[in-house]
């Protein structure tokens, strides 16, 4: 979902504090495109202290977009990693190869004071760095990776249960990691069309 319509839903909203809304208003402006978010923060198993935020962004000129958030994020462009994504459409059986940049970045918010915050930014946010997940790729794939997200938004009750409790285990009681992700990725290819298979080729 395009970020500015996101951040008008009263809960996703309150899953935000301020500098990671002004952080993604400042990104979208920077590069010139707007940018969407999907996955758990428009569900309830979004951990604001652990869970990535994740964003997608198209564009006609990919690598011109990818220096500029490198620019942008003050990181090596070694940071940049290249992935390619092979979706198979459950029904069809046709497959469609998709390729992208990807990187994970940390938000400072220390100085952000406590004076500003609210009630329950008190109880959610007590650490100082946010996570996101950002991936960046070509415009013409733009309807073609929405829809695919749009598994990310409602998923039934009891697998979002799941992922909940494995999520706790996994950031609170050590669970394996491994298990974990494997766990996950089945139960979100539950609610899609379309089956992926995520690899990274290399970095910039």
């Known amino acids: 979902m395009d970020f500015e319509k996101a951040i008008k839903i009263k809960d996703v909203r309150r899953k935000l504090i301020e500098p990671e809304i002004h952080f993604l208003k400042e990104m979208s402006n920077y590069l010139g495109v707007p940018i969407y978010i999907f996955g758990s923060l428009f569900r309830f198993d979004y951990f604001p202290?652990?869970?990535?935020?994740?964003?997608?962004?198209?564009?006609?000129?990919?690598?011109?977009?990818?220096?500029?958030?490198?620019?942008?994020?003050?990181?090596?462009?070694?940071?940049?990693?290249?992935?390619?994504?092979?979706?198979?459409?459950?029904?069809?059986?046709?497959?469609?190869?998709?390729?992208?940049?990807?990187?994970?970045?940390?938000?400072?918010?220390?100085?952000?004071?406590?004076?500003?915050?609210?009630?329950?930014?008190?109880?959610y946010y007590p650490k100082r760095n946010k996570r996101f997940e950002i991936m960046v790729y070509s415009n013409k794939y733009t309807n073609y990776i929405n829809n695919i997200n749009k598994g990310h938004f409602r998923l039934p009750f009891l697998c979002t249960f799941v992922i909940f409790f494995l999520k706790s285990c996994y950031y609170y009681f050590f669970f394996s990691e491994i298990i974990y992700k494997n766990i996950k990725r089945e139960i979100l290819e539950l609610s899609k069309t379309h089956k992926e298979e995520f690899s990274v080729i290399g970095t910039l």
């Open 49 to 123: 202290n652990k869970s990535d935020i994740d964003i997608s962004i198209f564009s006609d000129n990919v690598e011109n977009t990818v220096h500029r958030l490198v620019d942008f994020l003050g990181i090596s462009s070694s940071k940049i990693k290249i992935f390619k994504i092979k979706s198979v459409n459950k029904k069809t059986h046709k497959t469609k190869i998709i390729w992208g940049f990807k990187t994970n970045y940390r938000l400072d918010v220390e100085d952000y004071s406590y004076n500003n915050r609210k009630w329950h930014d008190l109880l």
